[in-house]
């Protein structure tokens, strides 16, 4: 028996409500896949998720396996002037690579170094000695922007710079100052600062925390102190040392910079990320 009045009225509502959600939630769905096909990652800058983060030496070969929508990461440290060659391969038929370089986050500004296509390999993009603008650890950031998972291949060279030459005015305090750059397994051979106007020099190094090196053996002086040279000194930390330089007589003038640094042989292992 069905229910009459207020309550047959309910009902009835409740039915229709019911057939309108049926015949309306194939156009919904639809609906749906339209907006996730809008929001794939052939765009690359909605890919937001990140997947494979690792860490290489530069020489090194890194392989692993891109999924669709995520970035993988893998990162390496240099110093500034050092030449840099990456090259980003698949084997996947089908898929479309992006990449880039990202420098590191305090670099102001930030750039970020595009690959470009291999003109002579289209299933690779590179970046073909690139010159370093600082020191720090820089990361290759890459993806398929097109809806497939696959493999990966960078492969990584480099030319780390192995001197250092300038010249740099005394300040009107008498001093001057100036970086270079640390990183793991450098070792500044020789550092020379000479004048020729014939001022005695004193030296320090700080390291990228403020705090002094003990140079007690590590540094001699010639020519009655207008030249200073240091050797034979580690520098390892990832990041700028800073040389500060004084007279303790006379006025003006300028110091001769000149240095030889023993830098990191380029890994050449393979490593799966």
Known sequence: MFPSGPACLNMLALLALLASTAFLSPAAE????????????GDADSIQREHGLGRISLGATAKGRILQGF???ISFEAVEGTRVSLALSTRHPEAKLIAELLYPRRAPPTPRIPFQPDPEDASRLVLADHPLATTGVFTVRFAFTNEYNGDYTLESDAVYPATLEQTIKFGPDDSLTFDLAGMSGRRLETLSLETKDGAELEVEIADPYGSLLDLKRHLRTENWGRRVVIFNLVIESNNLYEVRVRRKTGNGGTVQVAAEFKNPRLSRKTTRI
């Open 30 to 41: 639809a609906q749906g896949r339209r907006e996730r096909r809008e929001h794939d990652p």
């Open 71 to 73: 970035f993988n990461m």
